[in-house]
């Protein structure tokens, strides 16, 4: 009995366990996310050398101010044509990062807007804002006011992937409006 | 006479003077009340289409994207002069307005780093009077919910511990009469002169125990066996971290994020889609968000109380870690990363990918994380033991099919193992090489 109490009090739940034979299970080269002398800074997540670029990214020429929008708004299109379009995918991106806020629709009614963390998602069919192919993708990369950047975690194509399903989006809902306005 | 003629002229047209003056007065009252009429919002339509058109850029009380709100209309008209017809304009042609040079226009815009405000040319006079009036509006007396909860603990923890003590006093109460019984009764059986059974003298028992060697063999053995498995259970349980509970730098509830608010953990776990690694979030995920809640709801950090924590507490410290001016709303440029904790970590010589379950595999994370929407504290769900992996590849049948790069090899292996639905393991899941080499 003492035996066993002394076993159990070797364990806690807020340390991790003994190992056997640790020089298995520790990892000799660095692990994601570690600390590591092998960097200046001490830390293993590094950021690209400047000047460079990492591999599967590209260069984005569009500058992160009001004139950049307002140009990537005008000029910027889109490096996909209709056959590359993957709609289910774009989709399923779409209800991982952006419909929490901006709704399943479109409508600016995610469930973060129902419940009132966040307020003031417009709506993509919003007039004033007028999105386009170059804006919807210049704010996925920089974000936009109150909206962060998603460029860490969609890539290039995933980003134009999810652009196209937000202009399906709103192409159905002001054809939902005209609908209405018709009535 | 005349006198009294030029008197009673007088009169008349004082009369008609106050008649007109009456009159004019009337007008004067009518156009102003009308006037006040149509500047008079309604503050609850207000509130709704400014949560809907403003509050991504405004708060009424701090500063975010654009300025604090609270009673605009009257901080402008007094400090700058400017009125409702200023505020219509910038309001629904805010750009126009910086080109065509109006001074303060300029100045606000330059006082925001050249962020344009968004034209709403939708909004009618109406709609922007009654957005003013909710701006108006005095700020709600916060209600002290946090209070309440705590009381309630109290009330619902006092119950328990009175039973508890209760008990106590009652078993104490009952031992004490137990001795107190049997003093009498002793006290009788002495008084009576009764023999209270003089016990035998006979060999005590270990002595006998010791004597009998067949029992202190069996006894022996039994401890054997039995502190054998006890030390198998506590030898087979090194290396295994299940219920593994560190307490974190910063504290995160899973419980709000992905169980109430319903975030996909996809979201900010994103590289569990493409990669080996699910990934530690970088903080300017959470930033996504918590840049414009740098509060949480009060119910919210009542519930936080129950478990301990001020909610509020640990979105400063994310803001100190990112280095986030609240009062600026600017990144300072003065970060320090956060040292999170990791819970899972597979042993070196086992090879897991997340991006193979969660992707190719269509695995729900919670399948070996546990219940994580239900967790304030993240802990270790499953053992990740060896034979915790084998025996879900042994039972999880493979999605084969509308699959046509897979089509010819699933069936062949059908007809192999005669069989309709393909497990992992028979489509080589338990190969050594799949995860260690």
Known sequence: MIVLILFASCKKDSRPNYQFMPNMYEPVGYEAYSESDAFRNG??????????????????EFENTNEGYLNAKANLLSPLDSTEVDESKAAQL????????????????????????????????????????????HVIYYGRNSMGSYANQLNEEERWQVTHYVMKLKSELEGSQTVKDSI | MEDNSTNNMQQVILRKLTST?????????????????????????????????????????SKMTGPALRNVETRLQETEGLGREWLNSWIRNSAGMI??????????????????????????????????????EEPAVAAAP??????????????????????????????????????????????KGVDVAARE?????????????????????????????????????????????????????HRIHAGDNGIDCKYCHSSARV??????????????????????????????????????????????????????QSYTGESQPVKWIRIHNLPDFAYFNHSQHVMVGGIECQTCHGPVQEMEVMYQFSPLTMGWCINCHRETNV???????????????????????????????????????
């Open chain 1, 43 to 60: 830390r293993e997540a590094q950021l690209p050398v400047d000047g460079t670029i990492a591999r599967g990214h590209d260069l984005y």
């Open chain 1, 94 to 137: 779409y209800s991982i990062y952006c419909a929490i806020c901006h709704g399943n629709k479109g409508d600016g009614q995610g469930n973060l807007v129902k419940r009132e963390k966040i307020l003031g998602v417009p709506s993509y069919n919003d007039v004033g804002r007028a999105i386009t192919l170059g804006s919807i993708h």
């Open chain 2, 21 to 61: 003056v009456l009159r004019l007065g009337f007008i004067v009252l009518l156009t102003f009340s009308t006037s006040l009429k149509a500047q008079e919002g309604d503050p609850v339509k207000g509130k709704s289409l400014y949560n809907a058109n403003c509050a991504a850029c405004h708060k009424l009380d």
């Open chain 2, 99 to 136: 080109k065509s040079g109006d001074a303060y226009a300029n100045k606000i815009y330059k006082e925001y780093n050249g962020t344009a405000m968004t034209a709403f040319p939708t909004l009618s006079d109406q709609d922007i009077s009654d957005i003013l009036a909710y701006t108006a």
């Open chain 2, 146 to 191: 946090p209070t309440d909860p705590s009381g309630q603990t109290q009330e619902t923890g006092t119950p328990n511990k009175l039973i508890l003590g209760a008990l106590a006093l009652l078993f104490g109460l009952l031992a004490m009469a137990l001795i107190l019984v049997r003093r009498t009764l002793n006290s009788f059986a002495d008084a």
């Open chain 2, 201 to 253: 003298k006979s060999t005590p028992i270990w002595k006998a125990f010791v004597q009998n060697q067949f029992l202190v063999l069996v006894t022996v053995i039994i401890l054997l066996l039995a502190s054998a498995y006890f030390v198998f259970g506590y030898l087979s349980q090194i290396g295994i971290d299940q219920g593994y509970e560190p307490v974190q730098p910063i504290h995160y509830s």
């Open chain 2, 275 to 328: 990669s080996k690694h699910s990934g530690i979030p970088s903080l300017n995920i959470c930033m996504n968000c918590h840049k414009s809640i740098a509060e949480v709801a009060p119910e919210t950090l009542a519930e936080g109380q129950e478990f301990g924590v001020d909610y509020n507490a640990e979105i400063q410290k994310l803001y100190a870690a990112v280095g986030w001016n609240q009062a600026d």
């Open chain 2, 399 to 437: 999605k084969v099919e509308d699959n046509a790069y897979y089509t010819k090899i699933h069936e062949q292996l059908s007809k192999k193992y005669g069989v309709d639905k393909l497990t992992v393991a028979q489509m080589g899941g338990l190969e050594c090489g799949k995860c260690h080499y």
